[in-house]
């Protein structure tokens, strides 16, 4: 110690440039302190929340915040759609833009900041720009953000419709197409007992995530629906959709042109169903061997779309855990046993045509109370029928008697 005690008062420019080090570090501390103190502030005395552009409150908040007061003071602004109910059709908004915004609710003040972050490229390739709204107010309950999420959806009254999507390709990713009106499962004509075990295995699925996580197994669920044409594949999805109150991602061939294309499809459709329509209309290029066949190799023409593409979108390390996936197929004689196997389709379901209870129950829809004893006349010896065949003649008016009460 005395040694260097020594050399310190020996060496006049090394004490300088010591005590300069000291002197500095310590102003940077005394200029740090007021952000620290801020973001302690922040921390104790405020609450926040934020949502991203592929959260289902997203455009919602942002629409309801185009319409509030406070906001047509702004000289910032973004574009929102939005599906005019009552109108049937979609339209605009001018919504508060990029930065920080005040809004005020009652008694109560919000800083309101819209953020916007340029697509990244990862292992599907470019994504879309990503948009935040984080909002924010004194207070530590979490009920005033709540009210204001509350105000938000009460203000749109969607409850009763469920959004449907279609993948756009590249820097679009998917656009809503429309809002639809929620479809109840009774008016899928298809064997009660098949509706209900379809959807007692989802509700499973869903309500199981921790037992998925304990037995390190990916939380996640797919369905085939094969069956003839016409026999309701799109419309049970739609109801099921409906039932569970999930956002519809649908994915279709002309729409996909690579494996990055499809991964990032599938990956960017948060909580909702996703839905790859017609598989077996999907032109795949493959050089990989054949799962049922050991040593068969498969090729194809197409090179951007290969079926391993598929199957890691399904179940691949980079495929998002949480999803439900619906895949349709007039021709499953056509599709790879590798993509039918557990784990990529966990539950194969065969929509069949309908019989005559099929047909009672959608007659007494069509005409309430009305004796279908005619119409199932105009049916004898067709019947099982896909339901849009059934339905075509409903609508035509066929085998409806003239008097259409039974108790008149």
């Given at each position: 110690m005395d040694l260097i005690q020594q050399l310190?008062?020996?060496?006049?420019?090394?004490?300088?440039?010591?005590?300069?080090?000291?002197?500095?570090?310590?102003?940077?501390?005394?200029?740090?302190?007021?952000?620290?103190?801020?973001?302690?502030?922040?921390?104790?005395?405020?609450?926040t929340l934020r949502v991203h552009n592929e959260d289902n409150a997203?455009?919602?908040?942002?629409?309801?915040?185009?319409?509030?007061?406070?906001?047509?003071?702004?000289?910032s602004f973004s574009v929102v759609e939005w599906h005019n109910a009552q109108m049937e059709r979609d339209e605009v908004a001018l919504t508060p833009g990029e930065g920080y915004h005040i809004l005020r609710e009652g008694a109560?003040?919000?800083?309101?900041?819209?953020?916007?972050?340029e697509a990244q490229q990862?292992?599907?390739?470019?994504?879309?720009?990503?948009?935040?709204?984080?909002?924010?107010?004194?207070?530590?309950?979490?009920?005033?953000?709540?009210?204001?999420?509350?105000?938000?959806r009460d203000a749109q009254d969607m409850?009763?419709?469920?959004?449907?999507?279609?993948?756009?390709?590249?820097m679009n990713g998917y656009k809503m197409i429309e809002r639809r009106r929620k479809r109840p499962l009774d008016t899928i004509y298809l064997p009660q007992a098949l509706k209900d075990e379809v959807v007692e295995d989802i509700e499973r699925f869903l309500a199981a995530q921790d037992e998925y996580t304990y037995k390190a197994i990916p939380w996640r669920r797919g369905y085939l629906l094969d069956g003839p044409p016409g026999t309701g594949k799109t419309s049970f999805i739609v109801a099921l959709a409906s039932h569970f109150n999930r956002a519809l991602h649908i994915i279709t061939p002309g729409r996909v042109y690579d494996d990055a294309a499809l991964l990032q499809a599938m990956n960017e459709t948060g909580e909702g169903f996703v839905v790859i329509e017609d598989i077996d209309a999907f032109d795949f290029s493959h050089q990989r061997t054949d799962e049922a066949t050991p040593g068969k190799t498969m090729t194809g023409e197409k090179g951007g779309l290969t079926l391993?593409?598929?199957?890691?979108?399904?179940?691949?390390?980079?495929?998002?855990?949480?999803?439900?996936?619906?895949?349709?197929?007039?021709?499953?004689?056509?599709?790879?046993?590798?993509?039918?196997?557990?784990?990529?389709?966990?539950?194969?379901?065969?929509l069949p045509p309908a019989g005559e209870e099929e047909v009672r129950a959608m007659f007494d829809r069509f005409h309430p109370g009305a004796d279908p004893g005619e119409f199932l006349k105009l049916l004898d010896g067709m019947l099982p029928l896909p339901a849009s065949?059934?339905?075509?003649?409903?609508?035509?008016?066929?085998g409806v008697p003239l008097i259409t009460s039974k108790a008149a």
């Open positions: 310190l008062q020996q060496n006049a420019v090394f004490t300088g440039m010591a005590g300069a080090a000291l002197v500095g570090f310590l102003l940077v501390q005394l200029r740090s302190m007021p952000e620290r103190l801020w973001k302690l502030f922040l921390r104790q005395f405020t609450v997203f455009r919602t908040f942002a629409k309801w915040l185009a319409d509030h007061p406070s906001a047509q003071k702004t000289r109560r003040f919000y800083v309101v900041r819209r953020e916007i972050q990862g292992a599907a390739g470019f994504g879309r720009p990503r948009e935040y709204l984080t909002i924010s107010t004194l207070g530590r309950s979490r009920k005033a953000i709540q009210d204001l999420l509350d105000k938000a409850t009763d419709r469920i959004p449907i999507s279609m993948w756009m390709g590249g391993s593409g598929l199957l890691n979108a399904i179940d691949g390390i980079t495929s998002r855990e949480g999803r439900v996936l619906f895949i349709s197929s007039n021709h499953p004689d056509k599709l790879d046993a590798a993509l039918l196997r557990p784990g990529r389709i966990d539950k194969r379901i065969f065949a059934i339905q075509s003649r409903l609508l035509e008016g066929q």
